[in-house]
């Protein structure tokens, strides 16, 4: 069957579910070469497979506020595929989670986690649960109650959730109780553990981390470096967090970070405490950033608005789909942007990668930059089998040396006649071929 024709069947079973679309088709288009280059493919319905879930569990959370009031919210797990490991994929905690949104997620985990070379397949899940305002005690009773369903379909070599947006270390620690008081076992079953009950060094860091791993193979390309660049971050959370002490670290000055609020401009650099600064704004669980600005003179709070418009060389989203579009990548160009690299899951629009592609910039995708957080995640995963645990150098080496093999993984598929690397291609072809050559050689299942 042609992928113009998978396309448009997926469209049709699965009407309004724009995000899921979006995230097959680019897919889709990027190995569209490769798929008819091998029959083979096509023979065993590789396509027609791949773009549809193995399966969905879907379940009511019923918890009770602190004032006593009964809310009920929805959730999700949607196992992708697993051919060449256990479903393995985050948890996102965030009033605008639906199916569609669970399914690009869980879609690009599949060739996210085949390109960091460890074995695990690709799954996600989550609720509508809006962690913003709620007390440490309401945000324990949901994740109980989430927990109390998703139990019976994960364990540690069948399917092993993490933490997304919504989702960190306080969240994993209820959820992990409550796993382990129903399973009766202490096992590897999530990861972003605490480090006194089976975490790893470097889980919390690695997603921004391994971003900045990525953008400097990138720079390196053009015999340059992230030293003395301007950077605009999107974001405050978790990985926003890690992409700015990295970047700082190699010379780089984070002028911008964001949340729904707005977007917060330092022109002096966001570092140091500022960066430790981030950690605060997220645990007040008020989903702003404006006090940034009361807090540290010369910077300015930029209501409604995001950082894109700031003139930088360098600019990371690092907070979710889709938040940055056309208009964007338009001023960012004008603006002289050389790199783009999302750190975020699709946080660039169709329209901006197009954008950036045609004008030959540096430009890469969420399932290459962001992959080194599901990778350290696997890290995890290999010391708890051991039951032993690596120092920060050995993690931080392994995680770097992955992110040099996504990044020439990469330049090896999708290099361009003219020299440029198509880095969304060479991503797509990389992840594809490990996954489909493994789904080849289990059969039909
Ligand atoms: O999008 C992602 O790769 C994650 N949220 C991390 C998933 C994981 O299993 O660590």
Redesign the pocket.
Known sequence: MKVKTILADLEKKHPGEVEYHQAVREVLESIEEVYNENPKFAKAGILQRIVEPDRILSFKIPWMDDQGNVQVNLGYRVQFNNAIGPY???L?FHPTVNLSILKF?GF??IF?NSLTTLP?GGG?GGSDFDPKGKSDNEVMRFCQSFMLELWKLIGPETD?????IGVGGREIGYLYGMYKKLAHEHTGVL??KGLNWGGSLIRPEA?GFGGIYFAKEMLATKKDTIKGKKIAISGFGNVAWGAALKATELGGIVVTISGPDGYIYDPAGIRGEKIDYMLKLRSSNQDIVEPYAKEFKGSTFVSGRRPWEVKVEIALPCATQNELNGDDARKLIENGVMLVAEIS?MGCTPEAVEAFNKHRLLFAP?KAV??G??A??GLEMSQNSMKLNWNIEEVDERLHSIMVNIHNACVKHGTCADGYVDYVKGANIAGFLKVANAMLDQGLV
């Open positions: 393995k994929g985050g996102r997620l690009e985990q996210k695990m996600k092993v959730p993490a933490g997304d990861t972003g997603t899951n969420g962001n992959a957080g599901v350290t995640s």
